[in-house]
Nanobody, 114 residues
Framework: QVQLVESGGGLVQAGGSLKLTCTAS???????MGWYRQAPGKQRELVAA???????NYGDSVKGRFTISRDNAKNTVYLQMNSLKPEDTAVYYC?????????WGQGTQVTVSS
């Protein structure tokens, strides 16, 4: 059973920063890691993803403001979020692809006030 533990969400003013962390408990190799978000009434969307080798991919709305990184030894992925906007308000979900399949975290709320 793979468990993902997320942390770092919260309430922040527009222009502020937050850092999300997600750690996976698994003995199997993790390939891709990423963050998705879902705002009320909207579909879940990709925020950022990173391969095991470090190649990254970002959603258009966060390019230049968010940075994804990972520590393979710790099975941990990070999302540094800068210059936050009210439209970044959503539940953020961690996702991993391992050799045994894909797994989601429980989600962490990020709220950006104007």
């Amino acid at each position: 059973q793979v468990q993902l533990v997320e942390s770092g969400g919260g309430l922040v003013q527009a222009g502020g920063s937050l850092k999300l962390t997600c750690t996976a408990s698994t003995i199997f190799t993790i390939r891709d890691m990423g963050w998705y978000r879902q705002a009320p009434g909207k579909q879940r969307e990709l925020v950022a993803a990173i391969t095991r080798g470090g190649s990254t991919n970002y959603g258009d709305s966060v390019k230049g403001r968010f940075t994804i990184s990972r520590d393979n030894a710790k099975n941990t992925v990070y999302l540094q979020m800068n210059s936050l906007k009210p439209e970044d308000t959503a539940v953020y979900y961690c996702h991993i692809c391992s050799t045994t399949g894909g797994y989601w975290g429980q989600g962490t709320q990020v709220t950006v006030s104007s």
